[in-house]
């Protein structure tokens, strides 16, 4: 059955739980440690029941986390191979292992109520942020930062990555002392801190993690700005008090949903005054619909449905990617003018290698704060959305739009953002 599911010629060592095993003698080894492996992929084809038995520790990879995954390919094969004979046999395995479907593992999220309400939305957010905030200090470093970093070199350092990457957005917002800065979804703080200290910016962050503002609060009075930095835990549709004269949006975005977006960039281009900025930063499906149909899950010729698969049920459940020309669309729609758009996947792909390699080398430290299951989740996610970005299926992109004043930008006619930013260009009528 195993050879069936993985091919008689699977890229990595398959060693099995009665000691037997099939394939090319290599370093990194894919170990099923239990029957229930096997019923899981047979009940869920595809990346769900490989996801629920990696995660329940039916099946782990032992060795180089991306050369394992290199098994995911075999098992896209799977509809093409299950003729009669093998469909007779999976049926065989089936009655003899049980025929009851597994309880998915706990980690799975069950989220309950009307899409993308706050009350939901609260609960989907919950469940990725309010983990642990010693897990993630462990996780992504004294930076504390969960997005994209900016790499001037692959070996530049996650910590360097990341203060580049501030240093890109408040260039791009072309911040400058004094003014207001509103963080959307500002995480642990970290981008306002930034923008406090080096850039003389006061600043309002909104989360609806629980245990992110908590932890940002601590982090902004360590660093002496409580008194320039407000941190609440407010939705996004609930903030009363702008205007702002720019707005940062880094990793918010894909928990919006499509069908709020309209309204989304409507209460940003509100919370601005004529002239503000607006930095959205966020992943991005790409734009091959083609492309994004051989990529999603299926069962023989079917896509699986929409919400199956591994990261909206483990990770971030209600995520939505969108593809960056319809973000550009109704961000123009809102009424603001998109000046700039920058695609850094590659970027992603580094980061998230190394944050990979973080927790692998803190493995018991994550086990003993979230739990085996919770950190299995973690290194499939994030080694799974490395090769990703990796191969073009997944975007991310920074676009910088403005709120125009009476046709005047406040732009410069040539910005570089890799320099400190220069005065803007005289006010024009158009």
Known sequence: ????????????????????????????????????AVRRVLFRPGELGLARAFVAGDLDVDG??????????????LPRRLDTAAGAAALAVLRELGGRPPVPPPEEAR?????????????????????????????????MTYSCGVWASPDAGLDTAQRDKHELVCRKLGLRPGERLLDVGCGWGSMLIHAAQHFGVRGVGVTISVEQAAEARRRI???????????????????????????SSVGMVEHVGRAKLPSYF?????????????????????????????????????????????????????GELHEIGLMTTLTQAAGFEVRHVENLREHYALTLRAWVRRLEDNWQVAVDEVGAGRARVWRLYMAGSAL?????????????????DAGRSGQP????YESPAAPPHAPSAG
């Not at 006619?413 to 570089?416: D, I, T």
Request: charged share 25%; no cysteine; net charge neutral.
């Open 64 to 77: 180089d986390i991306f050369d394992g995954l290199a098994i995911r390919g075999a098992l896209s094969n």
């Open 1 to 36: 059955m195993l050879e069936i599911l993985l091919g008689t010629a699977p890229p990595v060592r398959v060693e099995l739980w009665d000691g037997s095993s099939f394939g090319p003698d290599t370093a990194t080894r894919v170990v099923v440690r239990s029957p229930e």
């Open 221 to 247: 009075a360590a660093a002496g700005l409580a008194d320039r930095i407000e941190i609440r835990l407010q939705d996004y549709r609930e903030i009363p008090d702008g205007p702002f004269d720019a707005i």
């Open 266 to 318: 409507d209460s940003l281009y509100r919370l601005l005054r004529p002239g503000g900025r607006l930095l959205n930063h966020g992943i991005s499906s790409p734009g091959d619909p083609a492309g994004a149909y051989r990529h999603r899950p299926h069962l023989g010729p079917v896509p699986l449905p929409a919400g199956r698969d591994f990261l909206r049920r483990y990770v971030f459940p209600d």
């Open 413 to 416: 006619l040539r910005p570089r």
């Open 111 to 143: 989220l309950h109520g009307r899409r993308h309400s706050q009350d939901r939305d609260a609960a989907a957010i919950s469940h990725h942020y309010d983990v642990s905030n010693a897990f993630y200090r462990m996780l992504l470093g004294p930076t």
């Open 388 to 404: 990703s970005f990796e191969a073009g299926q997944t975007q991310i992109h920074q676009t910088l739009a403005v709120r125009p």
